[in-house]
């Protein structure tokens, strides 16, 4: 199986090249991803807890859906294609903000990516790829911005950043 691609780009979210993966997060080289934020008709944030065997953050609770464009395809595209891979759903998706972020991890590799944030609506459960998922569950903003302040160690590095950064994005 060949190792997927991620578009490497610069600091205006141009795309400069493209790498595998892994060696992207080996040499911590920016480049082009997504974090999508679900909400159900109670404002609840549908949460993920990673995958237990993932390359990082494996077990930790982050945003409903993230991960990578591909070559060609738009962050929406993306999103709709990955939320589907991940959680077993699709939904209308709506950019709202942007950023770059870098975050080393304990295995050494680190995350430095040009964050595009999408959210969405959806009210049923998801079919979860347990794959990549080990569970879900929805909650309330404010209760995830307590929760984080208190077991910061529970949640992504990416997660933290949005919600210290970027909360007033996070609504349709």
Not at 36 to 57: C, G, P, T, V, W
Not at 90 to 108: H, Q, R, V, W
């Amino acid at each position: 199986m060949q190792e997927e691609m991620v578009i490497l780009v610069n600091e205006k979210d141009e795309q400069i090249g493209l790498m595998p993966k892994m060696e992207a997060h080996q040499k911590a080289i920016l480049h082009r991803a997504f974090s999508i934020f679900i909400f159900n008709d109670k404002d609840e944030l549908m949460l993920q807890q990673r995958a237990l065997h993932k390359y990082h953050s494996p077990g930790l609770w982050t945003n409903t859906c993230c991960s990578h464009q591909r070559d060609g395809e738009t962050s929406l595209e993306a999103g709709s294609r990955r939320l589907q891979e991940e959680m077993g759903f699709t939904t209308p998706l709506k950019e709202t903000t942007s950023f770059i972020y870098k975050a080393p991890f304990d295995n050494g590799l680190t995350e430095h990516e040009f964050d595009h944030v999408m959210v969405g609506r959806y009210n049923d459960e998801p079919v979860i790829n347990k794959d990549e998922v080990n569970a879900w569950k929805w909650m309330l903003l404010e209760d995830v911005k307590k929760d984080i302040k208190l077991n910061p160690e529970n949640y992504s590095a990416w997660f933290k950043i949005i919600f210290d950064k970027f909360y007033e994005h996070l609504s349709l």
